[in-house]
């Protein structure tokens, strides 16, 4: 069993910037993808930014040169820093950790940018 434990997130002015971190614990695998996602209130949940165990990156075009993920493997944790935030980046985030067939979620944060 995986559990992942987000902390971060909170309310900024437009602008400005945001860490967001997520642990993970249990069996955990050496190959791995962890990555962010977000839920607007009426739509569907999409993705940010992904993040393999080897370093490969992947962004949402709406996020790319605002957002960088980065992990650290010793602790299992993963981090997305956000910079030049805006009111459409308001939502909930999600940590998300996927490994062989098995995909774990976090419990979510809060992210609200006032205009």
């Known amino acids: 069993q995986v559990q992942l434990v987000n902390s971060g997130g909170g309310l900024v002015q437009a602008g400005g910037s945001l860490r967001l971190s997520c642990a993970a614990s249990g069996s955990i695998f050496s190959f791995n993808v962890m990555g962010w996602y977000r839920q607007a209130p009426g739509k569907q949940r999409e993705l940010v930014a992904t993040i393999t165990s080897g370093g490969s990156t992947n962004y949402a075009d709406s996020v790319k040169g605002r957002f960088t993920i980065s992990r650290d493997n010793a602790k299992n944790t993963v981090y997305l820093q956000m910079n030049s935030l805006k009111p459409e980046d308001t939502a909930v985030y999600y940590c998300?950790?996927?490994?062989?067939?098995?995909?774990?979620w976090g419990q979510g944060t809060q992210v609200t940018v006032s205009s």
């Open positions: 998300r950790l996927q490994q062989s067939q098995y995909t774990y």
